[in-house]
């Protein structure tokens, strides 16, 4: 079983900022993947990044980027020069990598608010 | 192609009626799910299917029930509505094969009263 603490519940910025958003997860699977998904205000969820357990390269994807460290369990998002639009819900999410469960296990999420 | 469905968008229910959520998808998935979401709780996996006639309860599942008789279909049903299940319900899938990422329906509305 996996489970996942996103400790900010909200953070609050200006627009242009950078904000790093956390996200520890615990497991006792040797093969995992983490996922990371945005809930904007209209409630719909979107895929942002799956990364394997087994690779730990960081990933940039425009703005976005990702630092993924097995040795802290830590998975954590960061934006640089924020929008408004990027104000959502973000949520991180690990799932075992084995069997047939592919059970996506949510943390509470922190809610971005970008301010203008 | 769609994606993932569901109907309705909204519903509002008195406590005891029962009804179904409809989810459905067109991409062959063999992974379905119900999630709810509650506010400050994340989502919480409700049932699972991973093929056609195979279901399995998620971490809160009473209350519930589901069937899988097609690829495409997994709906839920709520046997006697309670306000405790006033949520918002997503249904999700994903191929079982690789780490294919979970794509998730636009979300039903419900509120029990």
């Known amino acids: 079983a996996q489970k996942v603490t996103q400790a900010q519940t909200e953070i609050s910025v200006v627009e242009k900022e950078d904000v790093t958003l956390d996200c520890v997860y615990e497991?006792?699977?040797?093969?995992?993947?983490l996922f990371w998904y945005k809930q904007p205000p209209s409630g719909e969820l979107v895929f942002l990044i799956r990364?394997?357990?087994?690779?730990?390269q960081n990933e940039i994807s425009g703005r976005y980027s990702w630092n993924f460290q097995k040795s802290t369990s830590s998975f954590n998002f960061t934006i640089t020069a924020s929008q408004v639009v990027d104000s959502a819900v973000y949520f991180c999410?690990?799932?075992?990598?084995?069997?047939?469960?592919?059970?996506?296990?949510f943390g509470k999420g922190t809610l971005l608010t970008v301010n203008p | 192609n769609a994606g993932v469905t569901q109907t309705p968008k909204f519903q509002v229910l008195k406590t005891g009626q029962s009804m179904t959520l409809q989810c459905a998808q067109d991409?062959?998935?063999?992974?379905m799910s119900w999630y709810r979401q509650d506010p400050g709780m994340g989502l919480r996996l409700i049932h699972y299917?991973?093929?056609?006639?195979?279901?399995d309860q998620g971490e809160v599942p009473n209350g519930y029930n589901v069937s899988r008789s097609t690829t495409e279909d997994f709906p839920l049903r709520l046997l006697s509505a309670a306000p405790s299940q006033t949520s918002v319900y997503f249904c999700?899938?994903?191929?079982?094969?690789?780490?294919?990422?979970?794509?998730f329906g636009p979300g039903t509305r419900l509120t029990v009263l």
């Open positions: 999700a899938s994903n191929r079982v094969s690789g780490a294919g990422e979970q794509f």
């Open positions: 299917s991973v093929g056609a006639g195979i279901t």
């Open positions: 999410a690990p799932r075992s990598g084995g069997g047939s469960n592919y059970k996506l296990t």
């Open positions: 990364r394997n357990s087994f690779d730990e």
């Open positions: 497991t006792r699977d040797t093969t995992y993947y």
């Open positions: 991409m062959n998935h063999e992974y």
